[in-house]
């Protein structure tokens, strides 16, 4: 589906057709001969995978006639991004919102939530997912107690998988079917494996529905789950006794939301991953394809080589041609004051040419003056 090129009647009609983007420069550093394809996300409108989500909960609701223009209060409990993609759908369609979201969240996403017009309300990121305190818990009393006041209600609403399933598996589909093999990129003509982090579990469950139902029944869907959260199958793998929490925003949780489908089958395998490889993963996408993404996508990424490197991936990671997506459901805007980032930008050891930076700036000026110097023409001075 490529981006229309007519004139847009609003921002939400820049949500989604988000590119699909060959990391043959992590491939190659990583010895894998298969295609790995990373989705941009943060391409879309609101600067997230949940901007498609946001949308359509929205629009549905409003053909049903939950959601009346001049009395509808938006209320919605988030980790931030579907918040970002309600707060803007809702400026532009004229309803007021309640975001509420754990302390742990960045605040750049409530800075950007506020500057969309939304009301904040933040909550103790230890509070349990079903405590009157947490998140929910609070968005649901006040839904009680504000007059017209609705949850649009992420974690069971259809709408979120139905997103993935009618918009992003489709454009992941023909993003792969369009692309013709050659002999620089040979590709199976289908998409093979996609891979994605689980917050709701909305993004995955949709893309699995989309691509198995009418394009590959045999596509392998890889969830990754960061280690503390509870989400992953087999429960074995939630040992939480290691770490109890993860800095990472946007994927994991301490409880297992509806639309998180546990259909046999649809979901094949589940990948935990670390804060630690997370970030690492971040900067190899920052430094090495120059995508600027967010910690869930270093997430999507490090459980994406992690599985490539495992018994059960490694032959597609040796399989010239097979097509390997991984999702990277946002951008660097709402984690630039995160110390995690902050240490990798600006912390880091420095390289080479810092080095001879620094050397060149330590040097006397009048250095530059010397028989070596260029004219102002651009031309060196005859001897």
């Not at 699995?208 to 960061?226: E, L, M, R, Y």
Request: hydrophobic share 40%; aromatic share 4%.
């Amino acid at each position: 589906m490529s981006r229309p090129t007519l004139v847009l009647d609003s921002a939400l009609d820049a949500v989604g057709n988000t590119p699909l983007v060959r990391l043959d420069r992590i491939a190659k550093h990583e010895g894998l001969k298969c295609n790995l394809l990373g989705k941009l996300e943060y391409t879309s409108a609101g600067g997230s995978v949940k901007d498609r989500i946001a949308k359509r909960m929205v629009d549905c609701a409003e053909q049903e006639g939950k959601l009346i223009p001049g009395k509808s209060v938006v209320i919605e409990p988030t980790s931030g991004n579907t918040g970002i993609g309600l707060a803007m759908a809702c400026a532009i369609k004229g309803y007021s919102v309640i975001i509420t979201m754990p302390n742990k969240m960045s605040l750049e996403k409530e800075a950007a939530l506020r500057a969309l017009g939304a009301e904040v309300v933040r909550t103790p990121t230890e509070a349990a997912w079903d405590s009157p305190e947490s998140h929910i818990g609070v968005a649901q009393r006040l839904q009680r107690e504000i007059p017209g006041g609705i949850i649009l209600d992420q974690y069971r609403n259809v709408n979120n998988p139905l997103a993935h399933e009618l918009t992003t598996a489709p454009e992941i589909i023909e993003a792969v079917v369009s692309t013709p093999s050659t002999v620089a990129h040979p590709s199976s003509g289908k998409v093979d494996v996609v891979i994605a982090g689980a917050g709701t579990g909305g993004t995955i469950s949709g893309i699995a529905q989309g691509i198995k139902k009418t394009h590959n029944p045999s596509c392998t869907i890889v969830g990754v789950d960061p280690v503390g959260s509870v989400l992953a199958l087999p429960a074995a793998l939630n040992d939480t006794s290691e770490s109890g929490s993860y800095v990472v925003e946007g994927i994991g949780y301490d409880f297992v939301p509806d639309v998180l489908s546990r259909a046999p089958g649809l979901i094949n395998s589940w990948v935990k991953t670390s804060d630690t490889d997370a970030f690492a993963a971040v900067q190899l996408l920052i430094r090495r394809e120059g995508v600027l993404v967010g910690g869930s996508s270093g997430s999507a990424l490090a459980g994406t080589l992690a599985w490539l490197r495992s018994d059960e991936g490694k032959t597609v990671a040796q399989t010239p041609g097979l097509n390997v997506v991984v999702m990277l459901p946002d951008g660097i805007r709402n984690y630039i004051g995160k110390e995690w980032f902050l240490k990798m930008a600006l912390e880091a050891e420095p390289s080479p040419l810092a080095q001879q930076i620094a050397g060149v700036l330590k040097r006397p000026r009048n250095e530059d003056k010397g028989a070596n110097a260029l004219l102002p023409n651009g031309t060196a001075p005859v001897a």
